[in-house]
Each structure stands twice: as structure tokens, then as C-alpha cells.
């Protein structure tokens, strides 16, 4: 019989860190039941304390989902643990997951302690989340660079305490696959009492190992994986949920089984990266646009005399359907609606189906085939709609030798303005003629302009931050003029703040 490993996912904790990739509740409702539809077994739902917007989540998220574990994270506090368990109140499964830094660099540094203080501390946060939850994962935070043998004395002291699993995050992400290993191997070997909790992973990719040293965790003992959708996180981010499925999937000779129904990874992924605003790089694994592609003749030779050649795994195990309908002008609603629902988009509201409709008839004018970028960024345009600014026209003149001048209206609670500036660049000149509408004090401190389609025609998607009254506002949009892409997520960053 198979070892059962439980996937944990942070894509709404852990992920959502990354600055620009916040979700409202209703977004994260959203992942959270797309999560329980692929077959997660707990979901870090997020870090009630710090923040209204966070606790409401996890509220919220433990209504709507039926079976999976929610958790919420603490510190070894006793005020962040009585908060994490009023707002799991109505999880039908519960966790606590609590923890303190356990390396030297924390202990001296970032704690100003003793080894001695932080087992005390530890056992003293494991027993208290233990009155409020039968289920509490205690993390050591740093354990990727902390002592064996003080680390097995901290993993030994909380699950006498109640811990009914152990997290030892790579949290800086150093760790060789190798070193990991053994830790965990280590663990297992030296920790008495070791089998009355599981011991989870945790690691992070800033060498680009989070899923080499994952693997290398569940191949030493290992029962529980910490990971999210298409790896985003802090810095570099984190172990890739599809990476670990489908190497588990490929790998029969490793014998560990999961509750992942992995033919819906295509379909949560879009999801998060549209939600996110994150556009997943073209040579991502399993999940990225070429993924599945060949072409070096050579390649394609071989996979059309048999796809096993050069492919390790069929593109539907992980939901992507080789006959995909493409979209042109000349597709109806019906072929929208499908392609929709195919990346986890489902409308039955026939209102905004057509006002979709209409803007993909407007996008298809100016290309050649639409794709599934341009799919996700229509049917996210709604989201913008009921925003208390908004832009009526645009128009920009610059060439060589002119110096650029921008014209622009703007719709603000109904009410019509009109503005012009010039400036280094049709950017800035956009911008500027914001500003002499919107008469605040905006600092743009930082503008990332990507093209995530192939062809000069195709979308670009426009981040940036804004800071108002000491404050960063991040901004999105995406559009097949660049220049207005920027305008418009200029506006997004001051609806934000401008009520």
C-alpha cells in the first residue's frame, strides 16, 4: 500500500505576499473552492491578525469550502492564537499553525534570546493553540539553517506538547536537496516520539531548488508539502504545487500517493495567475504556454511518431485539451463561453456574458486569433467596472522630434473632466495629464511593463505602485496599446485610494 502524502497549500498566505498580488475575500473564496475541486487537503486561508481584510478571509473561506482543513498562521503569541481561533470558528476542520525561529541568526538577532527560551516559548504556544484546536502545526521558522541537534530538540518539546505536525521551512531557500534530505532524514532518525506527528516541508526557491529539496524532504520521511500554485511567493517564491503532483504522478517507482485530482492544474492556475495578476513565464513547468511545445524538427518528428519520445506527461493529465477551439473574430458566444469555462470561468449571467462578448469582438478587430491571456484579461474586466474613476478617451501625440503631449478625459462618480500635459515619454505625458486632474501628491515608484504574448499586436500587462500620503497602491491593467495599458493601471492605483 501507498504512503499518503497531504498537500498543504499557501498559495492565499504564503502567495499572496508577493506585493501586487492581493485578493479581495470574494477572489479568495474563489481559489480557495477552485483548491478544494483539485484535491488540496489543507488550505492556509491566512494570517488573521494582521489585518481585518485577512481575518474575514479565513471566516469566510471556512463557510465556503466542505472538506479540506483550513488554517490560519500565528506567531508564538498568545493574542494572534486567540484571533486565528475566532476566526476558524465555523471551519468544519480546524488548524493553528504557530511557530517561532529556531536558527542562531533568529534566536540572537531577530529574538534577542536563548536556545533555552525558545523550546519554552515554543511549548507554551503549542499547548495554548491545543485549548482552541485538536490540529495545531507548529513551524520552525529557519530550520533550513538551524542545528540538527537543536532543531530535533525543538521538534521533540512541541510534539510532546500536542504539535500534530512539524514544519521545517527552508525559509531563505539555501539548503542543497542533499543537506534538506538529511535534515529531515536526521529528524526521523534522533526524534523521540517522531511518528505521533507528520513532519512537513516547507521550502522556498531562491536557488531555485524549492522542488528539489521538497522531493528530497518526502524521499527522507516527509508526509506533508507547503506549496503553491504556479510557485509564487516571497522573493523567488515557493515549491510549485504542479511541479510536486505531477513529479509524485511520473515517479511510479517512488510508491507515495496524494489526494490531487490533477487534471484540474490547468484549470486553477490560470485562475490564480489571472486573479493574481501574475502572468506564468512561457518555459514554466507543467504549467507554462510551452510547456507541451516542440520546435526543434527533430522534437516533432519524434512526438508525432509517438508522443512518448520526448513527452514525459500527457498534456491532459493536467487538464490541457489538445483540441483547443481557437478564437477569432469570426467565433460566436457559445465558442467564448466554452473556452471560458475550459480555464475555470463560468458565466451564467447572460448581461455580462454579451458585454464580454462585445469587448472580445473589439479585441478580435485588432488580432489575428485571441488566446487565453486575452480571454482572462476580458472576463476580468468587469471587476474594474464599478470603479469611482474611470478613463472616457485618450489620446496621446509623439513622434520623432516632438515632444510628447497627452489629451485625456476622465468619468469620476459621474461627473466629466478633461486634462493635457506633455512629457519625457507618451507614458509620462499620460500620466502627467492624470495628475492635473487628480489634484493629490502621487509618487509612482515603480512601473513594470510586460509583454506576455508573442507579436507586436498582442497584450501587455502594466504594474505599478503608487504612493499616496506614505501609503503604496499597487496598479493593473492590461491592454494592446501600452500607453493606455499604463494610463489605465495608473487609474486602478487611485481608485484605491481616492473614495
Given at each position: 500500500?501507498?504512503d499518503r ?9 504564503d ?5 501586487g498580488c ?7 473564496i474563489?481559489?480557495?473552492k477552485?483548491l478544494?475541486?483539485l484535491g488540496?487537503?489543507i ?8 489585518s ?16 479540506p ?5 500565528t ?7 486567540d ?8 471551519a ?7 511557530g ?18 525558545i ?30 541537534e ?6 521533540e ?10 514544519n ?7 539548503c ?5 534530505g ?6 526521523m532518525?534522533?526524534?523521540d516520539?517522531i511518528?505521533?506527528?507528520?513532519l512537513s516541508?516547507?521550502c ?8 528539489a ?18 510557485g509564487?511567493?516571497?522573493?523567488a ?9 505531477m513529479i ?7 510508491d ?22 501574475m502572468?506564468?513565464q ?7 504556454r510551452?510547456a507541451?511545445?516542440h520546435s526543434?524538427?527533430i522534437?516533432?518528428?519524434g512526438?508525432?511518431?509517438?508522443k ?12 490541457i485539451d489538445n483540441?483547443e477551439?481557437i478564437?477569432?473574430?469570426r467565433s460566436?458566444?457559445?465558442a ?8 475555470g ?7 455580462k456574458?454579451d458585454?464580454i462578448?462585445?469587448?472580445?469582438l473589439?479585441?478580435?478587430d485588432?488580432?489575428k ?6 480571454i482572462?484579461?476580458?472576463a476580468?474586466?468587469?471587476?474594474v467596472?464599478g470603479q469611482?474613476?474611470?478613463i472616457d ?7 520623432v522630434g516632438?515632444?510628447?503631449?497627452a ?10 473632466f478633461?486634462?493635457?500635459a ?10 502627467n495629464?492624470?495628475?492635473k486632474?487628480?489634484n493629490r501628491?502621487m509618487t ?11 507579436g507586436?499586436g498582442d497584450l501587455g500587462?502594466v ?12 496598479g493593473f ?6 500607453v ?13 485610494f481616492?473614495?
Amino acid at each position: 500500500m501507498s504512503d499518503r502524502l497531504y498537500i498543504f497549500d499557501t498559495t492565499l498566505r504564503d502567495g499572496e505576499q508577493v506585493p501586487g498580488c492581493q485578493l479581495n475575500t470574494v477572489e479568495k473564496i474563489e481559489v480557495a473552492k477552485a483548491l478544494e475541486l483539485l484535491g488540496v487537503d489543507i488550505i492556509e486561508a491566512g494570517f488573521p491578525i494582521s489585518s481585518p481584510g485577512d481575518f474575514h478571509s479565513v471566516e469566510e473561506i471556512s463557510k465556503a469550502v466542505t472538506w479540506p482543513t483550513i488554517c490560519a498562521l500565528t506567531r508564538a503569541v498568545q493574542k494572534d492564537i486567540d484571533v486565528a481561533a475566532d476566526a476558524l470558528k465555523f471551519a468544519k476542520n480546524k488548524r493553528i499553525h504557530t511557530g517561532i525561529g529556531v536558527s542562531e541568526s533568529h534566536i540572537r538577532y531577530k529574538f534577542n534570546s536563548t536556545p533555552e527560551e525558545i523550546i519554552e516559548r515554543a511549548v507554551a504556544a503549542t499547548k495554548y493553540a491545543k485549548k482552541y484546536v485538536e490540529d495545531v502545526e507548529f513551524y520552525c521558522e529557519d530550520a533550513g539553517r538551524a542545528d540538527n541537534e537543536y532543531l530535533a530538540r525543538v521538534v521533540e518539546a512541541v510534539i510532546k506538547a500536542g504539535a500534530t505536525v512539524v514544519n521545517i521551512p527552508d525559509t531563505t531557500g539555501y539548503c542543497l536537496p542533499q543537506e534538506y534530505g538529511a535534515k529531515i532524514k536526521y529528524l526521523m532518525d534522533h526524534v523521540d516520539g517522531i511518528h505521533n506527528a507528520r513532519l512537513s516541508t516547507h521550502c522556498h526557491n531562491d536557488l531555485g531548488m524549492a522542488t528539489a529539496n521538497t522531493i528530497s524532504g518526502v524521499l527522507n520521511g516527509a508526509r506533508q508539502v507547503e506549496v503553491t500554485i504556479n510557485g509564487i511567493g516571497e522573493r523567488a517564491g515557493n515549491t510549485a504545487l504542479e511541479e510536486v503532483g505531477m513529479i509524485l504522478r511520473c515517479h511510479k517507482d517512488i510508491d507515495i500517493d496524494t489526494n490531487l485530482n490533477t487534471q484540474h492544474i490547468h484549470h486553477v492556475s490560470t485562475m490564480v495567475s489571472s486573479l493574481m495578476n501574475m502572468p506564468i513565464q512561457p518555459n514554466k513547468a507543467i504549467v507554462g504556454r510551452n510547456a507541451f511545445a516542440h520546435s526543434s524538427g527533430i522534437h516533432q518528428d519524434g512526438v508525432l511518431k509517438n508522443k512518448d519520445t520526448y513527452e514525459i506527461i500527457d498534456p491532459k493529465d493536467v487538464g490541457i485539451d489538445n483540441n483547443e477551439i481557437i478564437l477569432t473574430a469570426r467565433s460566436g458566444r457559445a465558442a467564448l463561453k466554452h473556452r471560458l469555462h475550459v480555464l475555470g470561468v463560468d458565466l451564467s449571467d447572460q448581461n455580462k456574458l454579451d458585454e464580454i462578448y462585445k469587448a472580445f469582438l473589439d479585441l478580435a478587430d485588432k488580432k489575428k486569433e485571441i488566446n487565453d491571456d486575452d480571454i482572462l484579461m476580458l472576463a476580468g474586466r468587469d471587476r474594474v467596472a464599478g470603479q469611482r474613476i474611470k478613463i472616457d478617451y485618450l489620446q496621446v501625440t509623439s513622434g520623432v522630434g516632438l515632444r510628447p503631449i497627452a489629451s485625456i478625459g476622465l468619468d469620476i462618480a459621474g461627473e466629466k473632466f478633461e486634462g493635457a500635459a506633455n512629457g519625457n515619454g507618451p507614458v509620462d505625458a499620460a500620466i502627467n495629464a492624470i495628475k492635473k486632474i487628480i489634484n493629490r501628491k502621487m509618487t509612482l515608484q515603480d512601473i513594470l511593463i510586460q509583454n506576455i504574448t508573442k507579436g507586436s499586436g498582442d497584450l501587455g500587462k502594466v504594474h505599478m505602485q503608487v504612493e499616496c500620503d506614505g501609503i503604496t497602491y499597487q496598479g493593473f491593467s492590461a491592454n494592446t496599446d501600452i500607453v493606455a495599458a499604463s494610463a489605465e493601471a495608473y487609474i486602478d492605483a487611485i481608485n484605491k485610494f481616492v473614495h
